[in-house]
């Protein structure tokens, strides 16, 4: 297979190079490469009806992370990466959607305890009643919120796993000098792509956060681990200039990358000027990979593509269009939703993303969305996953899920309610927090008699909203 031919030609290249450091342990390129043997010897056992068995990486940042994907990927199984907020629930739909044979998490949960893998614990699946075929290319899977109303797992080739990798190190001129310090989970394209095979490829450090990213927590770790790269959501970098960062924290630091929702000008601004770093402005989408990346650019641009990438603006309005892209790391397919991916892209191999911009001087600007994804620190929540699935709760009437600013701008989650009597606002985020990843769960809900319509009966979302302004209750 691709992928674990090209971590042992890493593991064989830069064998007494640091490779990876985390909150459990440090380990070389050769020390990481033989873990990961061990692990593929344990996992080559997992219990499946096809010769590729499907294991859930559920877990946060560590070098046992790192370890149990490339034993996955050694044993000849599909590494399925799934967020480590995901909840109970939202696991149980995912396994009945991609049938999973084998779930390893670090759950406090009953299971078989992996000798060679301290810290992570295997749960065996039973067999599903639906199996959708992988496709014969198919390495990893990630996953995405769609409109589907549940999660879309894309299906990634060796080649384009490889190919993200190799474009943005390519792009973003990455050394084996670089000591990389990613604050996202890996199992989000952000970290995936930015972070773990393209540094490796070169010969560079992963440094891993492990833990809740507070801008206090990252200034420490970045004076004690001495980064050349952060990777960071939004969110991070506008705590960064609230809480005043300086200099002497990231002096190591030659780059700060941002991704996953739009970066605040005045942030990045204001972050540089804090801190000395210029932000690297990275776009990219979960199904067509890591696109445009440029420190040197504009306030709202997102820089030019990068190697193996064609964007377009297509039906344009004034200067903007539609933003249709085309790259050498694209997904193959949705797993399971069989026939939507390929749907959305066209004839000449150009995604729909859903995104809404303009090309000046070659620089990617982003001026909206056409789609009603919500972008959270980063992550895309699909509003018809959490209205199913508060809506399935017994007692609520109605449910609409929407998108407001939070206290600092950003854009969070709202569900304005109609309840039955004896349910409240506090009994449905219980009831949902299993179900839902903790990101996805509503920050704000307001209860109301009725939801107001129009006269065909939609809901009038700008009363609704209003409903969370400020000094609302």
Same mark, same amino acid.
């Given at each position: 297979?691709?992928?674990?031919?090209?971590?042992?030609?890493?593991?064989?290249?830069?064998?007494?190079?640091?490779?990876?450091?985390?909150?459990?342990?440090?380990?070389?390129?050769?020390? =990481?490469?033989?873990?990961? !043997?061990?692990?593929?010897?344990?996992?080559?056992?997992?219990?499946s009806v096809d010769d590729r068995p499907r294991i859930a990486l559920v877990a946060r940042n560590s070098t046992t992370w790192?370890?149990?994907?490339?034993?996955?990927?050694?044993?000849?199984?599909?590494?399925?990466?799934?967020?480590?907020?995901?909840?109970?629930?939202?696991?149980?739909?995912?396994?009945?959607?991609?049938?999973?044979? !084998?779930?390893?998490?670090?759950?406090?949960?009953?299971?078989?305890?992996?000798?060679?893998?301290?810290?992570?614990?295997?749960?065996?699946?039973?067999?599903?009643?639906?199996?959708?075929?992988?496709?014969?290319?198919?390495?990893?899977?990630?996953?995405?919120?769609?409109?589907?109303?549940?999660?879309?797992?894309?299906?990634?080739?060796?080649?384009?796993?490889? #190919? #993200? #990798?190799?474009?943005?190190?390519?792009?973003?001129?990455?050394?084996?000098?670089?000591?990389? =310090?990613?604050?996202?989970?890996?199992?989000?394209?952000?970290?995936?792509?930015?972070?773990?095979?393209?540094?490796?490829?070169?010969?560079a450090q992963l440094l891993l956060s492990h833990g809740l990213p507070t801008s206090g927590r990252i200034r420490r770790l970045a004076a004690e681990a001495r980064p050349t790269r952060l990777v960071a959501f939004p969110a991070l970098y506008d705590?960064?200039?609230?809480?005043?960062?300086?200099?002497?924290?990231?002096?190591?630091?030659?780059?700060?990358?941002?991704?996953?929702?739009?970066?605040?000008?005045?942030?990045?601004?204001?972050?540089?000027?804090?801190?000395?770093?210029?932000?690297?402005?990275?776009?990219?989408?979960?199904?067509?990979?890591?696109?445009?990346?440029?420190?040197?650019?504009?306030?709202?641009?997102?820089?030019?593509?990068?190697?193996?990438?064609?964007?377009?603006?297509?039906?344009?309005?004034?200067?903007?269009?539609?933003?249709?892209?085309?790259?050498?790391?694209?997904?193959?397919?949705?797993?399971?939703?069989?026939?939507?991916?390929?749907?959305?892209?066209?004839?000449?191999?150009?995604?729909?993303?859903?995104?809404?911009?303009?090309?000046?001087?070659?620089?990617?600007?982003?001026?909206?969305?056409?789609?009603?994804?919500?972008?959270?620190?980063?992550?895309?929540?699909?509003?018809?996953?959490?209205?199913?699935?508060?809506?399935?709760?017994?007692?609520?009437?109605?449910?609409?899920?929407?998108?407001?600013?939070?206290?600092?701008?950003?854009?969070?989650? #709202?569900?304005?309610?109609?309840?039955?009597?004896?349910?409240?606002?506090?009994?449905?985020?219980?009831?949902?927090?299993?179900?839902?990843?903790?990101?996805?769960?509503?920050?704000?809900?307001?209860?109301?008699?009725?939801?107001?319509?129009?006269?065909?009966?939609?809901?009038?979302?700008?009363?609704?909203?209003?409903?969370?302004?400020?000094?609302?209750?």
């Open positions: 297979m691709i992928l674990a031919a090209e971590f042992a030609r890493c593991a064989h290249q830069y064998a007494d190079s640091p490779a990876l450091s985390g909150p459990d342990s440090s380990v070389d390129y050769r020390t =990481l490469h033989e873990r990961s !043997l061990r692990a593929a010897e344990w996992l080559s056992g997992t219990r790192v370890t149990a994907y490339l034993g996955i990927l050694h044993a000849g199984g599909v590494p399925f990466l799934v967020d480590a907020s995901a909840g109970d629930g939202e696991l149980e739909r995912i396994h009945e959607d991609c049938s999973l044979d !084998l779930v390893l998490h670090d759950r406090d949960t009953a299971g078989d305890v992996i000798p060679a893998l301290p810290g992570l614990t295997a749960t065996h699946r039973r067999i599903a009643v639906r199996r959708h075929p992988l496709h014969p290319d198919t390495e990893v899977c990630r996953f995405t919120s769609g409109t589907t109303g549940k999660p879309n797992c894309l299906e990634f080739s060796g080649r384009a796993v490889r #190919a #993200a #990798a190799e474009n943005w190190a390519a792009g973003t001129a990455m050394t084996a000098d670089d000591r990389i =310090l990613c604050c996202a989970g890996l199992s989000n394209g952000l970290a995936f792509n930015t972070s773990l095979l393209s540094g490796f490829m070169v010969g705590s960064f200039v609230r809480t005043g960062s300086g200099r002497t924290d990231f002096a190591s630091v030659r780059v700060a990358i941002s991704s996953g929702a739009p970066l605040r000008a005045d942030t990045k601004k204001q972050f540089t000027e804090l801190t000395g770093v210029p932000i690297g402005n990275y776009y990219g989408v979960a199904e067509a990979g890591p696109l445009t990346y440029s420190t040197v650019t504009s306030a709202q641009s997102l820089g030019r593509p990068l190697p193996g990438v064609d964007i377009q603006t297509r039906g344009a309005i004034g200067q903007d269009g539609a933003v249709h892209v085309r790259s050498t790391s694209m997904a193959t397919r949705y797993l399971n939703a069989p026939g939507l991916l390929e749907s959305r892209i066209d004839g000449g191999g150009h995604y729909s993303t859903g995104d809404r911009g303009r090309l000046e001087d070659g620089e990617l600007v982003l001026t909206g969305r056409s789609n009603r994804m919500i972008n959270v620190v980063g992550r895309k929540v699909d509003p018809v996953e959490v209205g199913n699935t508060i809506s399935a709760v017994p007692g609520v009437e109605q449910a609409v899920i929407l998108e407001v600013p939070d206290q600092h701008g950003e854009p969070a989650i #709202a569900a304005v309610l109609v309840l039955g009597a004896g349910l409240d606002a506090g009994e449905v985020r219980l009831r949902i927090r299993d179900d839902l990843a903790a990101h996805k769960v509503p920050t704000l809900i307001r209860v109301v008699d009725a939801i107001p319509t129009t006269v065909i009966g939609k809901p009038v979302l700008h009363e609704l909203r209003s409903l969370f302004d400020a000094g609302s209750s």
